[in-house]
């Protein structure tokens, strides 16, 4: 096997063998491969492609390049969601104390923000003290005690992607399903979970624009998962305009914590219900046979709605705040999170309804006040974001307020101004309910 | 301009501007473009193609790289020849003195062997003493003195094609014809010619396998040249069976000097003068009209022969060695070149005529002898080689030696042995001469 060989062959669109996909990753992560072979090797992948058998023996490689966190003395199968990135997905802060409170173990390892849309750790490090980078007994201790850890991946886990991650990252070879796939999975597979549920967006405001490269994506990473002996569930859900009500670190903490005390947007409460009782249903072993599905899915939902309204999901998020050094009194006192010092109105410039927000320049926006980052090395604003007064379907009077802006610098407001007002469209009728989830692809 | 955007540009398909690839060049040149986006985007080239346009572009900003050497003093215009190379093609040590004989100025600088191509450079320092690294100005010296002079590309020419040929060898990305192009041209355009002949070889020995892909180079060649404003002719050449009789750097070194004599093998000679002709009728200026073309062809082809009888061209050479250090007395005694201690004849398997002496295999051989090197690092044993006893249409009968080879290390011998025999064919009747110019494409 050689470096020169293997690029050669992915050159010429041949299927990588196993052998030769490890010599590439344990060289990767040894550093016996130099980077410029390596991204001749990305690129040769982003244009070639890669099958099913060769994604799911690259995440593999990947798994093995780090530590492989082993949970297999919980009671239940360890679970974990994963959403391929929206504008205003805050999810994760919702599902991951939902799903504990109801008994499940949930080792959710998070990214941060990149380009337009969010990242769980820069959401979490909004709350004043809170601590993402534990050591994995950390983490492990977390989990026994409260069910639940929130934290970043670790140097022990899946290296060989950290390195693959940067390169693609400034060689524009991002956007390759299986390359997105083996970078996703190998950090779930190695993070310790045996059930995960993706949420695979799509939309102006999601990585896939489409439905069918959605779909494609979902049944990669879902293959892939399963290759690995996961059980796996993937729903596509909408993302043409943000979820919820509020996008930018703060805000959506604030939303958040709204939704766990029972107050939330109806969109985001009712997509997290879905996400935790589908993370309940995979993480329980003996589920019921196909025929009891919907029953038992309705069963799954009413518990996960139970924990909202009896008070023990919020009180889950209190203890994994307390647990990782933040500040739980967050929780009943917003204004201790980072407060922007300006505030601003985007107005309806007619009357009408309003027809589109939509997702991906409102996520852009926010990123241009602070709340995201361009380059990996940029800083977060935490307080920095929007609130959306007026919802897909309000009716406005020219002049009402439609966006609420918080932001810290004047001269980026000014940039971001007319992409927010371009993400706005209002209309003469309130355009029809849409569903947020396209479809499910499910284990069972 | 942004490194990402221009490697994004070409993953799409999309042409590059002139101003994406200066900005490319550049920063490859003063290292700002890190190895690992220049070889992204090299695997995008090669997967992706350029357009002529482009590829004139990127000669230009490879020849910018660096020094363009001024030679517009001179009288004729400087003309060189390159061939793509081949086995057994040592036309570039016949050619230089035999143009400059006639008058032409011949600035050429010259490569290496890699893979089983031989390379002039390590022809030349077969020679004992030959020095083929000159300055720039002992290069303007010796033209000004003799009309010729052989050299390597200096540090000075196409720095940018230096870093971009080391990555194209790592990467698999070598075999792109724009890349190619380029590479050839932008290194002869630097080396101050107005007039370029090409000898692009087509066959198992060659590069180029078949007619239409040396034919798509040619064209390529030919079209970037003219853009640099350079005379340009092309001849597509057979490259199936090895050219001359003499294969190895001081074997053919001896049949150049024989060839210059007047008892070289008929085809080497013949091409040998074809090749000169067509120098001599790019680089005299007011040439014929088109309608005396074939008169005018053969009265320059006269004057070749010319030379050749003369021993006029012979004496160039000795000057060429003289004044680059070399040890003119080789001409008269080829004893004083490298000898290998051990000789073998590869022989006969059967009765009859030669019908096949395949130069890939030949070429393959030598090189795994020593004659050339797999790597650009490899040592050259300039004493290795094979002479073909018995030709193709010669008959022989079985046992009869078929190609006789001298090699210094038994082992390599041995694993060089089976792929001689492989590369003869015999069969029961001799076959039909084949013409070795398949093409010519031409300015005039």
Same mark, same amino acid.
């Given at each position: 096997v050689d470096a020169v060989e293997i690029i050669r062959a992915k050159r010429d669109a041949a299927p990588l063998t196993p052998e030769q996909i490890d010599y590439f990753i344990a060289g990767v992560t040894s550093g016996a491969i130099p980077d410029y072979q390596t991204t001749a090797l990305l690129m040769a992948i982003r244009l070639r492609g890669m099958d099913a058998r060769e994604t799911a023996a690259l995440t593999d490689a990947m798994v093995r390049s780090g530590v492989r966190v082993d949970l @297999? @003395?919980?009671?239940s199968i360890p679970v974990d969601k994963h959403s391929t990135g929206g504008v205003g997905d805050k999810t994760s802060l919702i599902l991951a104390p939902l799903a504990a409170a109801c008994g499940a173990i949930v080792p959710m390892m998070s990214g941060r923000a990149l380009g337009h849309t969010g990242g769980t750790l820069d959401k979490l490090e909004a709350i004043p003290g809170f601590r993402t980078r534990l050591t994995l007994d950390e983490f492990r201790a977390s989990l026994e005690t409260i069910g639940c850890a929130l934290i970043g991946q670790t #140097?022990?886990?899946?290296p060989a992607d950290r390195t693959l991650y940067a390169l693609r990252d400034v060689t524009a070879?991002? #956007?390759s399903i299986p390359l997105i796939s083996a970078s996703i999975m190998s950090k779930k597979i190695a993070e310790g979970i045996g059930a995960l549920v993706l949420d695979v967006k799509c939309g102006s405001g999601a990585f896939m624009k489409d439905e069918p490269s959605a779909r494609r994506l979902a049944e990669s990473l879902v293959g892939i998962g399963r290759h690995a002996g996961l059980r796996m569930h993937a729903c596509i859900t909408r993302m043409d305009a943000p979820l919820g009500r509020m996008v930018g670190n703060s805000h959506e903490v604030v939303e958040s914590i709204e939704t766990l005390k029972g107050s939330g947007p109806r969109d985001l409460e009712d997509l997290s219900v879905l996400l935790a009782a589908r993370m309940l249903e995979l993480s329980e072993a003996g589920a019921p046979a196909r025929a009891d599905q919907s029953a038992s899915r309705a069963a799954y939902e009413a518990r996960v709605r139970d924990a909202l309204r009896s008070g023990s999901a919020l009180e889950k998020l209190r203890q994994i705040i307390e647990r990782q050094g933040g500040d739980p009194r967050v929780v009943d006192d917003y204004a201790l999170l980072p407060q922007a010092p300006h505030r601003a109105e985007i107005r309806a410039a007619r009357a009408g309804y309003v027809t589109r927000l939509d997702a991906g320049s409102i996520g852009e926006a926010t990123m241009a006040l602070g709340a995201g980052r361009a380059t990996a090395d940029d800083p977060i604003d935490p307080a920095v974001g929007c609130r959306i007064v007026a919802g897909i379907g309000d009716r406005v009077r020219e002049g009402d307020p439609v966006l609420e802006v918080s932001y810290s610098d004047a001269a980026r407001f000014e940039r971001a101004r007319g992409v927010y007002e371009a993400a706005i469209a209002i209309g003469d009728a309130a355009p029809p309910p849409v569903s947020l989830v396209i479809e499910e692809i499910g284990d069972r």
């Open positions: @297999s @003395s919980f009671r #140097d022990e886990v899946a070879t991002i #956007d």
